[in-house]
């Protein structure tokens, strides 16, 4: 009889945001390794041309519009003949739940990520996770139904905290040096930052990404929500997640352990590769971008953040030590003004603005359900729509 040869077995991966930055990304590392990764599922918000080529190109068992509005686009007739369509926004969290899904990258952008967050940890599946705003908004909630190695941070800094902590004791860190490059303003004051354009906003210097996170990267948000994405993740308190400024953005975040001795990750500033990572954890596969000579880098420069002129920043740190829900209000608001400011209706100052008085406008409580933090940021929308109205 002849011997049979099965295929390796491939890790099924559903990607939700596919068409956006990191999806296009993950997209690619499943292209470099399509002898590991199969890709099984997509979801897209709005780019239904985008969302068929990529069905078409990995023939994808199911995709969803999340947008209904372009849920009739005539394109999604081209879908492969077996491919299952879902629409709306309970599409993303369904095609987390699928049988024939093992890891569910959520990169989907802001707090509309939440949801399929908690379908993925739900479901016992791998979350290999880009949307921080999940953490930021639900943290409370997502944290106690993820297993020790079903989460596996995409942010490429809190995937490096994640490798410069394995294999130690947790509670022999001391602190962790959260990278920032920085962005497209640092060194400016704030009077400066009041004349800043949207054009100038959406340069970044050394990453290529989604307009609200460049937006979030040139006002410091990001940072601020990233420092509560790591208090949750790794259970520290944000006195001990401290930002440092490094422009190159060569070292991807470092942590100092109790002994003085500091483990710091580095690497090309290339998110293809802590979007591997999380797909091949605990092994490592070869590499899906160009590698640094760190001969030619010439020099790795350090400083620290103006928490004054980047208000966001002091805005988010306040709203991680609070807790409860008032993550969810500096989020929703900051998602509204950003979003504002990206169609000339805000300055670049006025994003701290809104977010300071949203804040200020809430009574902050413990976080006990889903349904109330999407009520608290239903509310604080609203609430941020009618201030940026006000100030047209
Ligand atoms: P993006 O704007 O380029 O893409 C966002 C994706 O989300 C798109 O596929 C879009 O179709 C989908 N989407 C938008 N609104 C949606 C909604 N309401 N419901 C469902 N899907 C929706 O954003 P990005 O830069 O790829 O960032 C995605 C996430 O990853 C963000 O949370 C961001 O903070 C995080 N992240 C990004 C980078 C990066 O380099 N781009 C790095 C670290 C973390
Ligand atoms: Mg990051």
């Not at 390796?8 to 999806?23: E, F």
């Not at 709306?88 to 959520?106: H, I, K, S, T, W």
């Not at 809190?158 to 497209?184: D, F, V």
């Not at 400024?245 to 293809?272: N, P, W, Y």
């Amino acid at each position: 009889m002849q011997p049979t040869f099965e295929g390796p077995v491939r890790v099924r991966v559903a990607i939700l945001g596919c068409t956006g930055s990191i999806g296009m990304q993950a997209l690619d590392v499943c292209r470099q390794h399509s002898d590991k990764l199969e890709v099984v599922a997509l979801s897209a918000h709005s780019r239904t041309k985008e969302l068929v080529a990529a069905a078409r190109e990995f023939d994808v068992h199911a995709a969803c519009v999340t947008d209904e509005t372009h849920a009739q686009d005539p394109v999604l007739g081209e879908l492969p003949s077996d491919c299952e369509l879902l629409v709306g926004p309970d599409g993303a969290p369904a095609l987390a739940q699928r049988d024939d899904v093992d890891v569910v990258l959520v990169a989907i952008v802001g707090a509309a990520g939440l949801a399929a967050s908690h379908a993925v940890l739900k479901s016992g599946k791998r979350l290999a996770l880009a949307n921080k705003e999940s953490l930021v908004v639900g943290g409370d909630l997502l944290m106690p139904l993820a297993a020790p190695g079903q989460l596996l941070p995409v942010d490429s800094e809190h995937g490096a905290i994640y490798q410069c902590l394995m294999g130690e004791n947790p509670r022999e860190a001391h602190c962790i040096w959260l990278t920032c490059s920085g962005g497209p303003f640092y060194g400016r004051s704030i009077s400066e930052l009041a004349q800043v354009t949207r054009h100038d906003a959406l340069a970044h210097p050394t990453w290529n990404m989604g307009a609200k996170i460049t937006i979030d990267s040139a006002t410091l948000m990001n940072k601020g929500l990233e420092r509560i994405e790591a208090m949750h993740l790794f259970g520290m308190g944000l006195d001990r997640i401290k930002v440092l400024i490094q422009r190159e953005s060569k070292i991807h975040s470092m942590v100092e352990f109790v002994d003085g001795s500091v483990i710091a990750h580095l690497g090309a500033s290339d998110m293809r590769i802590p979007i591997q990572y999380a797909f091949s954890y605990p092994e490592r596969w070869g590499t899906p971008a160009p590698r640094v000579d760190f001969r030619t880098i010439g020099q790795l420069t350090f400083g620290a953040p103006d928490m004054e002129a980047f208000r966001c920043l002091k805005l988010a740190e306040a709203a991680g030590e609070a807790g409860g829900t008032l993550p969810c209000v500096l989020n929703a608001a900051n998602e509204i003004a950003v979003d504002a400011f990206l169609r000339d209706e805000l300055s670049f100052t006025g994003i701290a603005e809104v977010v300071e008085a949203c804040m200020d406008a809430h009574d902050r409580s413990d976080v006990v359900s889903f349904e109330q933090l999407y009520d608290v940021d239903a509310w604080a929308r609203a609430h941020a729509s009618t201030l940026v109205a006000a100030r047209g």
